[in-house]
């Protein structure tokens, strides 16, 4: 059993036609799981909107009010040349965030395992101060925090497999002990960062162009594991991009449903050992749509244990 949680909002945020981080994405995510007989082993459960003193233990608060001022109430209002808000993008990405603070609480209860937030716009680029690459709020940086000050945990980890480095969470956590975060991304990409002289805590595999299972799964088991036994996490929070998969037309690795499986029961042995078993992961990128929804069923089935 696996928790899974959405909110209508995040089907309300768009950023006008043709643009790939659409609502579509979460609705080929329904297909696919309609599809996968997973239903009976999902909780389901619906995200609420973090609240501005949970978003400001990660942004500044003058950031999130500038947000909420910038909220048109028609159109389009751009952030960057990549990421727009309409009407209803404050709200989806207050929901984004809530849904991985809700699933850390549940998680963090006892009741649950492991969580999936099927949530958008994404947030990993989101800087503390700056709205960049589709993200709006960092909401899995917002959980991390959520988990060290709220539920008395010292050390929690960042998995982030999404093929674009995390830049937002970087700077939001380096030299912070009590986050570890490591990640692979293809290298060079937007936004090009990760590989200069990165804090101890962080753990950046910059992977070439064209570079596939082999090259991941080394990355996962040379670097990222030892990490992660050696930092011992109480809690594992995965940014779960799937633009490294082979049919994403954002990006060139060559990932499959396969090494997202494998890689999610990586972290799931990781946890067992360490975080009785603790996972919260949320949705980042992934622009095949037929690609993304598969890729998310087979992520989902392993934590679900189905
Ligand atoms: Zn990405």
């Given at each position: 059993m696996t928790v899974f949680i959405t909110h209508p909002s995040c089907l309300q945020h768009e950023m006008g036609p043709g643009h790939p981080e659409s609502p579509e994405r979460l609705g080929a995510i329904n297909d696919a799981l309609a599809a996968s007989g997973l239903e009976p082993h999902l909780a389901r459960f619906e995200a609420p909107a973090a609240t501005v003193e949970q978003i400001a233990r990660v942004h500044d608060r003058r950031y999130v009010e500038a947000i909420e001022a910038a909220s048109p109430s028609s159109g389009l209002r751009y952030l960057d040349p990549d990421t727009a808000l309409n009407p209803h993008s404050v709200d989806a990405a207050r929901h984004a965030a809530g849904g991985v603070v809700h699933a850390v609480d549940l998680v963090c209860g006892g009741d649950y395992r492991n969580a999936f937030c099927a949530v958008?716009?994404?947030?990993?680029?989101?800087?503390s101060g700056r709205a960049m690459g589709f993200c709006i709020f960092n909401s899995i940086a917002v959980g991390a925090a959520h988990a060290l000050a709220v539920?008395?945990?010292?050390r929690v980890a960042i998995a982030d497999f999404d093929v674009h480095h995390g830049n937002g969470t970087e700077e939001m956590f380096s030299d912070e002990p009590r986050v570890l975060m490591v990640s692979t991304f293809q290298y060079?990409?937007?936004?090009?960062?990760?590989?200069?002289?990165?804090?101890?805590n962080m753990v950046n595999i910059p992977l070439s162009a064209g570079s596939g299972s082999v090259a991941f799964r080394d990355a996962v088991r040379e670097s990222w594991l030892p990490a992660l036994e050696a930092h011992e996490p109480e809690l594992i929070l995965i940014?779960?991009?799937?633009?490294?998969?082979?049919?994403?037309?954002l990006a060139g690795l060559a990932l499959t449903e396969d090494d997202y499986a494998w890689v999610t029961r990586e972290l799931m042995a990781v946890a067992a050992r360490h975080a009785s078993g603790r996972i919260v992961s949320s949705l980042e990128g992934g622009y095949a749509l037929s690609a993304l929804g598969h890729s998310v069923a087979a992520h989902v089935r392993e934590l679900a244990g189905a």
């Open positions: 958008r716009p994404p947030g990993h680029h989101a800087e539920h008395g945990l010292s060079p990409l937007y936004p090009m960062s990760g590989i200069d002289n990165p804090a101890r940014s779960a991009g799937f633009d490294a998969h082979r049919d994403d037309p």
